[in-house]
């Protein structure tokens, strides 16, 4: 299943390659695990949307190569934020709500030109100095049903571990 999951993720890459096509769905893709590295030879892209893939571990760096201004990684499952998403020049708006993040990298800071920023329903408790610049550059900041803390609360007691609990975590 997930090889096929994939390869039909690869012809979607390769009907839109030379479409002039901005935008790619990819969305709610019960099987798909990784992205395709040919994503990065689709140079017109803009958005790229991958909400709903709660299998996917793997976004190649191939994206990098890209002007991505919107990815939507909404309901993924995700475990931390994949390093990928750092070295997006470019991006503007990035969704990662309704995931399992308890942090962010330091690295999001870099984003110069991202305005968006949603992280909702996630298990995020604080941002740490280092993410300042990039939190007053945002015109949307979306962090609701995250367990922030202040800085005088403790830490909270890890999660129990359940089997139905998604984990992801990035190279």
């Given at each position: 299943?997930?090889?096929?999951?994939?390869?039909?993720?690869?012809?979607?890459?390769?009907?839109?390659?030379?479409?002039g096509?901005?935008?790619?769905?990819?969305?709610?893709?019960?099987?798909?695990?990784?992205?395709?590295?040919?994503?990065?030879?689709?140079?017109?892209?803009?958005?790229?949307?991958?909400?709903?893939?709660?299998?996917?571990?793997?976004i190649?760096?191939?994206?990098?190569g890209?002007?991505?201004?919107?990815?939507?990684?909404?309901?993924?499952?995700?475990?931390?934020?994949?390093?990928?998403?750092?070295?997006?020049?470019?991006?503007?708006?990035?969704?990662?709500g309704?995931?399992?993040?308890?942090?962010?990298?330091?690295?999001?800071?870099?984003?110069?030109?991202?305005?968006?920023?949603s992280?909702?329903?996630?298990?995020?408790?604080?941002?740490t100095?280092a993410l300042?610049?990039?939190?007053?550059?945002?015109?949307?900041?979306?962090?609701?049903?995250?367990?922030?803390?202040r800085?005088?609360?403790?830490?909270?007691?890890?999660?129990?571990?359940?089997?139905?609990?998604?984990?992801r975590t990035?190279?």
């Open positions: 299943m997930e090889h096929a999951a994939y390869e039909l993720a690869r012809q979607d890459i390769e009907t839109v390659k030379d479409s096509c901005l935008s790619l769905w990819l969305e709610g893709r019960e099987w798909l695990t990784e992205v395709p590295y040919t994503i990065g030879d689709v140079k017109g892209l803009k958005n790229l949307m991958l909400k709903q893939n709660k299998r996917l571990r793997c190649p760096n191939t994206l990098t890209l002007r991505l201004t919107r990815v939507d990684l909404t309901q993924c499952c995700l475990g931390e934020v994949p390093s990928v998403l750092c070295g997006l020049k470019y991006i503007e708006e990035l969704y990662l309704g995931n399992e993040l308890r942090s962010l990298p330091e690295s999001l800071a870099q984003l110069r030109s991202l305005r968006t920023l992280l909702e329903d996630n298990r995020i408790t604080l941002f100095e300042h610049p990039l939190v007053t550059s945002l015109t949307y900041l979306n962090l609701l049903n995250n367990p922030l803390l800085p005088s609360d403790p830490p909270p007691p890890p999660p129990p571990s359940t089997p139905h609990t998604c984990r990035w190279p």
